[in-house]
């Protein structure tokens, strides 16, 4: 079909340049871009709206056009087609100037390095762009050939171009042998052009910068240029243009790999001195109060840092394990902007890291005094503004940075030891001019914070005298030291355990900020945390417990910090004599009850997360459910089965009243769930109208929620033969309503959730009634589906169908000394005689073509245990999809040769370990990404 230039142009004056006014008529020419776009007519479109140069927009959609098609669609074309290609996006790219409108000439440029990637025919496109482009042409043109060397390396490890691992190898390798010529090309770009035009000497380091990122030996012909000397001049000025100077940073931070090269040393030991030469351009940007220039040099130091902390953890002191790096950045760790701190956090982290697998204590008293600073000016930069008088929101950055503090100082605590952190700060807590200024006792709080789960509970030195303190605040304390201080008892709950004398201030301190509305939350969180770790001293305290759940409702808290706090007094009831379990167990359900059963009468519109949204109160009802744990001898009946009757109706009318509303659903069927966990198969009258009730929902509505609730019951009830049939009905029930369901256009992929239960129900059948399972009508259809949806790209959906496969494997080979067994055996070889090689063709396509690599692991296990049910079989399932599989890339390249095709093959059927399988299938899996 040919396409209408006009009606192209049209569409996108609709969309780029016209307002939208009309919404309809902007979407439909989205649309229709969009369609045309993926057409392969576009590549002749684009190439003429190239040529037309009607205007901006028009260009920008072709560049953007052909970028695209080259980038994921390469293949559409043939390979005669490619020259041709090739020689008019020459053409298109010499017309670009300085003046041309940037989108399109990163657009053309990236296009043109994409093309030279996938294009096998063209042999030294390097060589040919700087002969065409560069200094020495008739017609010289820097500006689109830096842009095109700068995309190069960039785009030779971009994920999106499938070049397959030889092609990166070849062209790796090919990279690494231009490596001069771009070094000569650029020292001529910048000692000529480049002096005189600022915007050649960005270019030139930005190609710098990209081709750092090929490694070779051959970097040391640098210091035999100006470049080095270039580079380093600009960092060392913070009155060049933010542009430069930024430019030249990124050029420092991605030399930095050279420092790790031994036999480029000439050139490691010039940039390593000239970023130790920085401190005073650093003092004289702060002095400047050049915000730009000073996190220009905060991430040179880091990235330094995070290049030499191997170094400086086995040499410390020597070469270039030299501490002045770690001065250099305690430097910007002291600056006044905690922005400028928070750059260097990512080494710190590295640190702790390779200190902690040292693992010498002679390593940490090195870097204890660097840790101890550190923590010393975290503690500074955690100090709010004085004028502040609420409390930290968490959309707040500051918040934000506060949280990434407290991340790092567990990180790095264990060098420095935590009781000593803590006592650091109780010093800074004891000096009066603290006591003066509420943010600086708030810091300190904040930091003990960070450290308090780590000291050991039996310490009786450090921690006694701050939390005197803190139980005796006065009432009128700052908020934010309040709240600080309520999240310290929290952090110490499994201290407070060993000191149970204390527990009856904590309480009174926590119950007391309750009635604080801008407290209660996080006071009721620290209760559930101090009722979880004192369980066995808390017993004597229950009644007050109790009193404070049933004026929840009178306390601002949120529904989060309410559920805790149910959570941690039902955990406390589980321990309670079995008369008092049931009693009370009803007292907590009360409450929640009867504010469902209101909204289920008055019928109020649902206001997410308040009194009238009905998720609330299932979720402090499943919370209960979930946490009280009593020990129920054989035949003694349940304290909590006369409960869970109790409120069954309830939740069944709160089904049949938001049947069409999922969030409530999945909270409903959520509930029933750990309501039928707590009593166990006690939960057995509710079986029959609570399948029936599911049954007839699913069909009507669809929610995947009811197919994970079935799993639930099958699992509880499968192992009672009398259950088993009822519960194949229920699989039948939902069988037709999923299938009509996944069998539509991109239903898999639209309905990840439901795969994901369905498979897991059937999983659960698989485990309990085997043989049932295996010989009811709707395993045909199961089967059908579970062989399309193993190539589902969704962690979730993917992993459930593949244990389904796997748990399949297991019914036909373990539990040989059970009766079924043989006839366990025959039903699970004829399910692998009829699907077993769609099945292994199936993953390997999803394994080489569709699922990300760290989804292998599943596939790989799957394989595992196919192989040990019948591995002569496997061997000659893969064989046969191998010899089919596509060996060549869009480019025209050999992806996989026939000797990787044997080698992979051998690795994979010979493999004693999954692990192993699973390596195999990554490294194949390269050949074709």
Request: proline share 5%.
């Amino acid at each position: 079909m040919e396409v209408d230039i006009a009606e192209v142009l049209a569409a996108v004056d609709t969309l780029y340049n016209q307002l939208p006014t009309d919404r309809q008529k902007h979407d439909q020419a989205q649309q229709w871009l969009h369609q045309l776009q993926r057409s392969v007519q576009a590549w002749k479109v684009a190439d003429q709206l190239l040529h037309t140069k009607h205007d901006v927009s028009s260009c920008f959609f072709a560049a953007q056009t052909l970028r695209t098609k080259i980038q994921l669609y390469f293949g559409e074309l043939p390979q005669e087609a490619h020259a041709s290609l090739r020689a008019s996006m020459l053409q298109h790219l010499s017309h670009i100037t300085e003046h041309t409108y940037q989108g399109i000439a990163t657009q053309l440029c990236v296009a043109l390095a994409d093309l030279a990637l996938h294009m096998a025919s063209w042999e030294d496109p390097i060589v040919d762009l700087i002969h065409q482009f560069g200094p020495s042409s008739s017609t010289p043109n820097l500006v689109p050939l830096l842009e095109v060397l700068i995309a190069l390396p960039e785009e030779l490890h971009s994920r999106q171009l499938r070049l397959g691992l030889n092609r990166r190898k070849h062209l790796d390798a090919y990279f690494q042998q231009k490596v001069p010529s771009i070094i000569g090309l650029l020292h001529v770009a910048v000692s000529t052009e480049g002096a005189t035009k600022e915007s050649t000497h960005l270019k030139s380091l930005r190609c710098l910068a990209s081709w750092f990122n090929i490694h070779t030996e051959d970097w040391v012909i640098l210091t035999d240029t100006c470049l080095v000397t270039d580079i380093l001049n600009v960092v060392r000025n913070p009155q060049a243009s933010a542009r430069l100077h930024e430019i030249a940073t990124d050029c420092v931070c991605s030399a930095m790999i050279m420092l790790e090269a031994e036999r480029i040393q000439p050139l490691a030991e010039m940039l390593f001195a000239g970023v130790l030469q920085l401190d005073e351009p650093y003092h004289m940007a702060v002095a400047l109060e050049d915000h730009n220039a000073i996190t220009n040099y905060a991430r040179i130091f880091s990235e330094l840092g995070e290049t030499l902390v191997e170094v400086m953890v086995n040499q410390p002191g020597q070469g270039l394990g030299s501490f002045q790096v770690l001065h250099l950045l305690l430097t910007c760790i002291g600056h006044h902007d905690w922005e400028v701190a928070e750059i260097t956090f990512n080494f710190w982290y590295k640190l702790s890291e390779v200190v902690y697998r040292k693992s010498s204590d002679g390593v940490n008293e090195q870097f204890k005094p660097y840790v101890e600073r550190l923590i010393e000016a975290l503690y500074r930069h955690c100090q709010i503004e004085p004028d502040h008088e609420a409390i930290l929101v968490q959309q707040d950055d500051f918040y934000e940075f506060r949280e990434r503090v407290q991340e790092l100082i567990k990180d790095v605590v264990f060098i420095c030891g935590s009781k000593p952190c803590f006592q650091q700060m109780a010093n800074i807590l004891q000096t009066p001019d603290v006591a003066k200024n509420w943010n600086h006792m708030e810091a300190a709080l904040f930091i003990m914070q960070s450290v308090a789960k780590n000291l050991m509970p039996e310490e009786n030195e450090v921690v006694p005298p701050i939390l005197e303190g803190v139980l005796s605040q006065p009432d009128e304390v700052h908020l934010q030291v309040a709240f600080t201080s309520v999240q310290l008892l929290a952090e110490l709950n499994e201290w407070i355990a060993c000191h149970p004398n204390l527990l009856p201030l904590v309480l009174q301190f926590l119950t007391k900020r309750l009635h604080n509305k801008h407290l209660a939350t996080v006071s009721a969180k620290a209760l559930d945390a101090v009722c979880q770790s004192c369980r066995d001293h808390i017993e004597q305290h229950f009644e007050g417990l109790m009193q404070i759940i049933s004026s929840l409702d009178s306390f601002s808290i949120s529904n989060d910090a309410v559920v805790g706090l149910l959570k941690g007094v039902a955990s406390i009831l589980g321990r309670l004599p079995r008369e008092r379990i049931q009693e009370d167990m009803k007292k907590l359900c009360v409450v929640q009850l009867r504010n469902l059963q209101k909204l289920l009468e008055e019928k109020p519109s649902i206001e997410k997360n308040s009194k009238t949204d009905p998720v609330v109160w299932l979720d402090r009802l499943a919370a209960i459910f979930r946490n009280v744990n009593p020990i129920v001898q054989n035949g003694e009946p349940h304290p909590c089965q006369e409960v869970v009757m109790e409120v069954w109706p309830t939740l069944s009318l709160t089904f049949q009243r938001y049947s069409s509303d999922l969030r409530v659903m999945e909270q409903c069927c959520r509930c029933l769930r750990f309501a039928v966990r707590c009593v166990h198969k006690h939960s057995m009258p509710l079986l029959s109208p609570l399948v029936e009730q599911m049954v007839a929902l699913y069909a009507a509505h669809g929610h995947s929620c009811f197919l994970y609730l079935g799993s639930i019951l099958v699992d509880e009830y499968a192992s009672d033969a009398g259950c088993v049939p009822g519960l194949l009905a229920m699989l039948e029930a939902f069988t037709q309503p999923t299938f009509v369901l996944l069998t539509q256009p991109n239903g898999f992929r639209n309905h990840p959730d439901t795969v994901e239960d369905w498979f897991r129900l059937c999983a659960r059948f698989l485990q309990r009634a085997p043989v049932p399972f295996l010989q009811c009508p709707a395993l045909i259809t199961i089967l059908e589906c579970g062989l399309q949806a193993c190539m589902l790209d969704h962690k979730d959906a993917n992993t459930a169908v593949l244990k389904f496969f796997q748990d399949l494997v297991d019914v036909g080979r373990k539990h040989e000394d059970e009766p079924d067994f043989e006839t366990r055996r025959t039903l699970v070889t004829n399910i692998f005689n009829a699907h077993g090689e769609t099945l292994v063709g199936n993953l390997v396509t999803a394994a080489v073509f569709i699922l990300p690599q760290y989804m292998h692991h599943d596939v790989a296990e799957t394989f595992f245990q196919i192989m040990l049910f019948d591995r002569p079989k496997f061997c000659q399932w893969l064989e046969e999809k191998l010899k089919v599989l596509p060996t060549t890339n869009a480019g025209g390249v050999e992806a996989v040769t026939h000797v990787q095709l044997i080698e992979f093959h051998k690795t994979v059927t010979q493999a004693e370990r999954t692990k192993e399988v699973s390596r195999a299938l990554v490294d194949f899996s390269r050949f074709f990404s």
